[in-house]
């Protein structure tokens, strides 16, 4: 079944299965063990199978002035004549671009969404400005790309990359929808320092906490997806009272949950139910059209 002599979709199929299954091996193992390792070096060569396969991953290269510059993994759609939507991905700050790729790329393929994946560490050690720049620099890539819809990108931030996804929604107004941290994370931490500086972490305002959350998550000029619990950055219970204020207010910030189960290891969530609803709440979003939302506003989202 060797891809390079065929690119057959039997194969592509074999190595996507392969992928799904080295993802729920590497979440199984401790982070620490030399399995770990040895998987990660075997979703890389799966990835670097496909790429030699007629599906189109690519390694480009992001220029971002004198700054930096970038190395992403690009998928395109798959419909070159056709303009579809893109989303950039940034992994989690424990995964690398390449783990994160093989994640998704079971839920990617045919789907007719535009992918740039990126690594937490290629972005997120800069200044947070620069770090919007750099993000930026990657929506002005898709957006030059012959089958991308300029107007149809979008952002998803895993676990703590979430609050990069949220920074960089507030400030490149380009952003059409973002999978983020609804700027749950910088709150938390700003109200916990307050509290243990000024002693009063128990004397706590709740009517004034949604008053500022809301005219926070007001800034943001698109529909926006929190991930809560599980590996998550945000906490559930505050995730579930800004989801409450928002829909009050009338803005478009909904909530999901994901499934987890406990293993000798800990909790280990189900990434493929997750990874599945994330993208087809992105797809809708990112559609021309404004069709009533996949998820019931009135409770959060068990994925």
């Known amino acids: 079944m060797e891809i390079e002599n065929g690119a057959s979709d039997k194969a592509v199929e074999g190595w996507l299965c392969a992928l799904t299954a080295f993802e729920v091996a590497r979440r199984l193992l401790d982070g620490d063990d030399v399995q770990s390792a040895s998987v990660s070096l075997k979703v890389e060569r799966a990835i670097e199978k496909i790429r030699c396969s007629e599906h189109g991953i690519e390694r480009v290269h992001v220029a971002c002035g004198d700054a930096a510059e970038l190395f992403p993994y690009y998928l395109p759609s798959g419909h070159p004549d056709l303009l579809a939507p893109a989303v950039i991905c940034i992994s989690n700050e424990e995964e690398s671009a390449e783990m994160l790729l093989g994640r998704l790329l079971p839920v990617l393929v045919r789907r007719g969404i535009s992918v740039l ?12 400005g620069q770090t919007n720049f750099m993000l930026s620099c990657c929506l002005d890539y898709l957006a030059a790309q012959p089958n991308v819809d300029s107007s149809r990108i979008g952002v998803y931030g895993d676990g703590l990359s979430a609050v990069l996804a949220t920074d960089f929604a507030l400030c490149d107004r380009r952003v059409s929808a973002a999978v983020c941290d609804g700027g749950l994370w910088h709150w ?23 008053t500022r959350r809301l005219r926070s998550v ?10 809560a619990g599980g590996r998550s950055a945000v906490n559930e219970a505050e995730a579930v009272k800004l989801q409450v204020d928002c829909e009050m207010a009338h803005i478009d910030l909904e909530l999901a949950i994901p499934r987890t189960a406990l293993t000798p290891v800990g909790e280990v969530e189900n990434f493929v139910i997750s990874d599945e609803c994330i993208f087809r709440w992105l797809e809708h979003k990112l559609r021309r059209s404004t069709a009533p939302s996949l998820f019931a506003p009135e409770e959060p989202v068990r994925l």
Request: proline letters at 2%; glycine letters at 4%; a neutral charge.
């Open 117 to 128: 994946v990126i690594g937490h560490d290629d972005v997120s050690c800069q200044r947070r």
């Open 188 to 210: 938390a931490r700003t109200m916990a320092a307050v509290g243990w500086i000024a002693k009063t972490a128990d004397l706590v305002d709740e009517e004034a906490l949604s």
């Open 218 to 227: 007001r800034k943001l000029n698109c529909p926006a997806l929190v991930l």
